[in-house]
């Protein structure tokens, strides 16, 4: 029946987010606005596609009213700049506007995925990498990070290096390679690459699953209060701004089942403040100090595991067999051990970025970092200091404030506040 057809066209429109991207509003960031009927998962998504393109969240409010959900973001590129690249907005227009569940990425078709977790070494990526050499493979992508001594690590392969036979056996060497000299729990497993939606959200879960948030200690960084009286949990997120904060938070969370129904980002000069009112899927808050205290922990691991200490090392050079494991045995060979790894490939050009550290967690010597280079090749190895985006201040009292918050946060900001105070989530939208 058509008016059926129109229905089912309404109800599409509906769970479908809106995107709104304006440069006018505010002079010196881009709002993104994100409206919805469907909250579950669109907030991560949203997050997910800014966290992706490199891009500074400085300031965000998320609001509900009965099922419709507006989600507001002041965006600017890594410098502190408004988006003036039209393919860039255009991206997030079409990725956030015609979303309707978690993607598979079409890059990752016919790959494998292999999923590694262990107790962390000096040289343990540069073993690994050279056991995958060996087995002649060839990684087409890969992240790793390290937490508290523990590796979590995804590595994407080619379709060819995956047949059953050789997939066990590689499996059988990364696991001996895991458990080390003493023993100590390691795991790894072969998964079709289609089904890691996202490398670093795997790798989070792959770190909560290996229980490193047990070994977090506890910190001011990260609070839980209860509001019974509006069914609401309050997270309060307090510690250094730096990349893909919000990200961290917000996957966390959406990977512990809770749905966050208000919350409000600020950033001031590098601190950031979050603050997010949740209630589990079911519509429950959390109920137990024992949840409580896991919540805190989740979240404290979740923010150091991307805390991009050490220093930061690119490596652009065209791609061969061996690459990854020569450059680490470099590494591992000058005593230099890799915090965090992002390793992607382009065509035939290798792209990859390190964050080195000595083999204690500390400041790496600069005569190492130099003899590093000198055997790697200065014009292919160059150290990058991580982009920090323009700090925003606030305005000393009588002025104006021009910062990243200004005009938008009297438009948009404002409209989002004071549904928080009608909801009694603030004390005053002023």
Known sequence: MEWLDEYEKLVIRMNTPRVVIDNAVCPTATLVQVDSARKRGVLLEA???LADLDLSINKAYISSDGRWFMDVFHVTDRLGRKLTDDSVITYIEQSLGTWNGPARPAALEGLTALELTGADRTGLLSEVFAV???MECSVVEARAWTHRGRLACVVFLRGEDADAGRVARILARLGHLLRGDAGAPGAVAAVPAAGVAHADRRLHQLMAADRDQDRAFPTPAVSVDSWAERGYSVVTVQCRDRPKLLFDVVCTLHDMD???????????????RQEFYIRHADGSPIRSEAERERVCQCLQAAIERRSLEGVRLELCTPDRPGLLSD???TFRENGLLVAQAEVSTKGDLASNVFYVTDAAG???DQCDIDAVRERVGTDRLVVREEPRPQLYQKAAPGERDHGVGGLGLVYLG???????????LIKSCS
Not at 414 to 424: M, P, S, T
């Open 47 to 49: 997050v997910q596609v």
């Open 132 to 134: 995958l050499a060996d």
């Open 258 to 272: 809770y749905v966050v129904f208000h919350g409000t980002v600020d950033t001031t000069g590098d601190q950031a």
């Open 414 to 424: 404002n409209l989002v506040k004071r549904n928080l105070y009608n909801l009694g």
């Open 327 to 329: 450059v680490t045995r």
């Open 362 to 364: 500390n400041a790496v």
